[in-house]
Nanobody
Framework: QVQLVESGGGLVQAGGSLRLSCAAS????????MGWFRQAPGKEREFVAG???????AYADSVKGRFTISRDNAKNTVYLQMNSLKPEDTAVYYCAANSAGYIRTNEQRYDDWGQGTQVTVSS
Protein backbone atom coordinates (compact mmCIF):
# COMPACT_ATOMS: atom_id res chain seq x y z
CA GLN A 1 0.00 0.00 0.00
CA VAL A 2 1.14 3.52 -0.77
CA GLN A 3 -0.10 6.87 0.41
CA LEU A 4 -0.55 9.43 -2.33
CA VAL A 5 -0.72 13.20 -2.01
CA GLU A 6 -1.53 15.41 -5.00
CA SER A 7 -0.62 19.06 -5.36
CA GLY A 8 -0.41 21.74 -8.02
CA GLY A 9 -4.05 22.32 -8.84
CA GLY A 10 -5.54 25.77 -9.15
CA LEU A 11 -7.32 28.28 -11.33
CA VAL A 12 -5.95 29.01 -14.79
CA GLN A 13 -7.22 30.70 -17.93
CA ALA A 14 -7.95 28.72 -21.06
CA GLY A 15 -4.76 28.12 -23.00
CA GLY A 16 -2.67 28.12 -19.85
CA SER A 17 -0.65 25.40 -18.17
CA LEU A 18 -0.44 23.61 -14.84
CA ARG A 19 1.74 20.85 -13.50
CA LEU A 20 0.26 18.43 -11.03
CA SER A 21 2.44 16.39 -8.70
CA CYS A 22 1.66 13.24 -6.79
CA ALA A 23 4.04 12.27 -4.00
CA ALA A 24 3.99 8.65 -2.91
CA SER A 25 5.19 6.93 0.21
CA UNK A 26 6.73 3.49 0.26
CA UNK A 27 9.83 1.76 -1.05
CA UNK A 28 8.20 0.02 -4.00
CA UNK A 29 7.02 3.09 -5.89
CA UNK A 30 9.24 2.32 -8.86
CA UNK A 31 7.45 -0.98 -9.47
CA UNK A 32 3.97 0.55 -9.58
CA UNK A 33 2.06 1.78 -12.56
CA MET A 34 0.63 5.21 -11.85
CA GLY A 35 -2.43 6.81 -13.28
CA TRP A 36 -4.13 10.17 -13.34
CA PHE A 37 -7.92 10.32 -13.36
CA ARG A 38 -10.33 13.21 -13.19
CA GLN A 39 -13.92 13.78 -12.20
CA ALA A 40 -15.95 16.74 -13.35
CA PRO A 41 -19.17 17.77 -11.56
CA GLY A 42 -22.00 15.46 -12.42
CA LYS A 43 -19.77 13.09 -14.36
CA GLU A 44 -18.06 9.80 -13.69
CA ARG A 45 -14.40 9.61 -12.94
CA GLU A 46 -12.37 9.06 -16.11
CA PHE A 47 -8.88 7.97 -17.03
CA VAL A 48 -6.54 10.75 -18.13
CA ALA A 49 -3.03 9.28 -18.35
CA GLY A 50 -0.92 6.41 -17.08
CA UNK A 51 2.73 5.41 -16.84
CA UNK A 52 4.22 2.04 -16.02
CA UNK A 53 7.51 1.06 -14.45
CA UNK A 54 9.21 1.05 -17.84
CA UNK A 55 8.05 4.62 -18.50
CA UNK A 56 5.59 3.52 -21.14
CA UNK A 57 2.66 5.92 -21.22
CA ALA A 58 -0.97 6.03 -22.27
CA TYR A 59 -3.40 8.92 -22.65
CA ALA A 60 -7.07 9.55 -23.09
CA ASP A 61 -7.85 10.84 -26.58
CA SER A 62 -9.15 14.08 -25.10
CA VAL A 63 -5.74 15.03 -23.69
CA LYS A 64 -3.30 13.55 -26.23
CA GLY A 65 -0.82 16.12 -27.40
CA ARG A 66 -1.64 18.47 -24.52
CA PHE A 67 -0.86 16.50 -21.36
CA THR A 68 2.33 14.64 -20.45
CA ILE A 69 2.74 12.16 -17.63
CA SER A 70 6.17 11.47 -16.16
CA ARG A 71 7.71 10.03 -13.04
CA ASP A 72 10.80 10.53 -10.92
CA ASN A 73 11.45 7.35 -8.97
CA ALA A 74 14.20 9.00 -6.91
CA LYS A 75 11.58 11.41 -5.57
CA ASN A 76 8.70 8.91 -5.48
CA THR A 77 6.69 11.38 -7.53
CA VAL A 78 4.56 11.28 -10.64
CA TYR A 79 3.72 14.42 -12.60
CA LEU A 80 1.05 15.53 -15.01
CA GLN A 81 2.06 18.48 -17.18
CA MET A 82 -1.07 20.04 -18.62
CA ASN A 83 -0.75 22.51 -21.49
CA SER A 84 -3.30 24.26 -23.69
CA LEU A 85 -5.91 23.82 -21.01
CA LYS A 86 -9.57 24.05 -21.91
CA PRO A 87 -12.63 24.78 -19.77
CA GLU A 88 -13.70 21.16 -20.25
CA ASP A 89 -10.54 20.08 -18.40
CA THR A 90 -12.05 21.48 -15.21
CA ALA A 91 -12.29 18.65 -12.69
CA VAL A 92 -10.86 17.17 -9.54
CA TYR A 93 -7.71 15.31 -10.55
CA TYR A 94 -6.67 12.15 -8.72
CA CYS A 95 -3.55 10.07 -8.90
CA ALA A 96 -3.73 6.33 -8.36
CA ALA A 97 -1.32 3.43 -7.97
CA ASN A 98 -1.53 -0.01 -9.53
CA SER A 99 0.66 -2.50 -7.67
CA ALA A 100 0.57 -4.99 -10.53
CA GLY A 101 2.57 -2.52 -12.61
CA TYR A 102 0.26 -2.27 -15.61
CA ILE A 103 -1.44 0.80 -17.01
CA ARG A 104 -5.17 0.35 -16.74
CA THR A 105 -7.93 2.73 -17.81
CA ASN A 106 -10.40 1.09 -15.44
CA GLU A 107 -10.30 2.77 -12.05
CA GLN A 108 -11.25 -0.50 -10.38
CA ARG A 109 -7.77 -1.84 -11.21
CA TYR A 110 -6.02 0.72 -9.00
CA ASP A 111 -5.24 -0.07 -5.40
CA ASP A 112 -4.52 3.29 -3.82
CA TRP A 113 -5.78 6.81 -4.41
CA GLY A 114 -4.89 10.33 -3.44
CA GLN A 115 -7.38 12.83 -2.09
CA GLY A 116 -7.56 14.82 -5.33
CA THR A 117 -6.67 18.34 -6.39
CA GLN A 118 -9.02 20.81 -8.04
CA VAL A 119 -8.22 22.18 -11.49
CA THR A 120 -10.41 24.99 -12.78
CA VAL A 121 -9.99 26.41 -16.27
CA SER A 122 -11.78 29.66 -16.98
CA SER A 123 -12.87 30.70 -20.46
Amino acid sequence: QVQLVESGGGLVQAGGSLRLSCAASGRTFSTYAMGWFRQAPGKEREFVAGINRSDNTAYADSVKGRFTISRDNAKNTVYLQMNSLKPEDTAVYYCAANSAGYIRTNEQRYDDWGQGTQVTVSS
